[in-house]
């Protein structure tokens, strides 16, 4: 057997420990490159199925499919070698059994070598938790504002706004952690219920559009980077994107039109031997 270099990658375990500690750094990939500069920062990446929104121009994820997690998933594993990588399960994939979830989540597992899933989890979910990581599937959960549930909250809006609906957020981040997941994102929810959220729970929660009092924070990568004019409040534009893109582009096609490039530069000329 040759010698591999090898380097090792962060793991669900090593997540859960930074509990309390060092804030968790987590952004979004759905390919390689972006996942290879990703890397370096993050101790965790995942392939969310707002790849669906953001890279296939849905207006929702609900209409995003395994075989595109999976296509997506092995993408940013190429990419990738220290960080956790976590795949999403999307809408219909695991919500009716915990049977259901664990084929789906192992073919995941199997397919892009990823080394956990994320589900977004109300009530119906601890028992789906459970089942997969007795079963060897790493799950990170996702309470508050749950996207895949946007027809039935009406929109993308914050939650918790009513006391009904912060001890509901609350109570499905406690199950969640009481089912064994290494961590929880706590999305679009005031700066009160995510300090509560992160006090009531074990596990680390990853906040986006949260608290900074959370363990860790994620955001979307081309929101970060400033590819969108509009979006949500929570998002910080670390990037300007969208205007260097649109400034490349442009430029490119001054210089076609004036047939200007391709220079000597960029151009073959070969002596004849
Ligand atoms: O799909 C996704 O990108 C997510 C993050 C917003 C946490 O679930």
Do not use: W
């Amino acid at each position: 057997m040759s010698a591999q270099s090898h380097v090792s990658r962060m793991t669900a375990p090593a997540i859960t420990a930074r509990k309390g500690g060092d804030p968790i750094v987590c952004l979004t990939a759905y390919d390689a490159p972006t996942a290879a500069i990703l890397d370096e920062h993050c101790d965790l990446i995942l392939v969310g199925d707002s790849v669906g929104m953001v890279v296939h121009g849905l207006t929702t994820t609900v209409g995003v499919t395994l075989d595109m997690m999976i296509l997506h998933g092995k993408a940013v594993m190429r990419g990738s070698q220290k960080a956790l990588v976590v795949v999403d399960l999307p809408f219909g994939s695991y919500e009716d059994s915990p049977l259901t979830a664990f084929k789906n989540a192992s073919r995941v597992m199997m397919e892009t070598g990823c080394q956990a899933v994320k589900i977004e989890s109300g009530s119906y979910a601890a028992e789906t938790i459970s089942y997969l990581v007795e079963r060897g599937i790493p799950v990170m959960s996702h309470v508050g504002l749950r996207p895949q549930s946007m027809n039935v909250l009406g929109g993308f809006r914050a939650r918790g706004r009513e006391l009904a609906v912060e001890d509901e957020i609350i109570a499905n981040a406690i199950a969640a952690d009481k089912a064994g997941s290494f961590a929880v994102v706590v999305e679009g929810v005031s700066q009160d219920i995510a300090d509560k959220v992160t006090k009531a729970v074990s596990i680390p929660t990853i906040g986006i559009g949260a608290s900074a009092g959370c363990d860790g924070q994620i955001l979307v990568t081309p929101d970060m980077l400033g590819l969108f004019d509009r979006v949500p409040k929570f998002v910080k534009k670390f990037g300007k994107m969208r205007t260097m893109v649109k400034g490349a582009v442009e430029d490119y096609a001054k210089e076609v039109k004036a047939r200007s490039f391709p220079g000597d530069a960029n151009t073959y000329k070969f002596t004849k031997k």
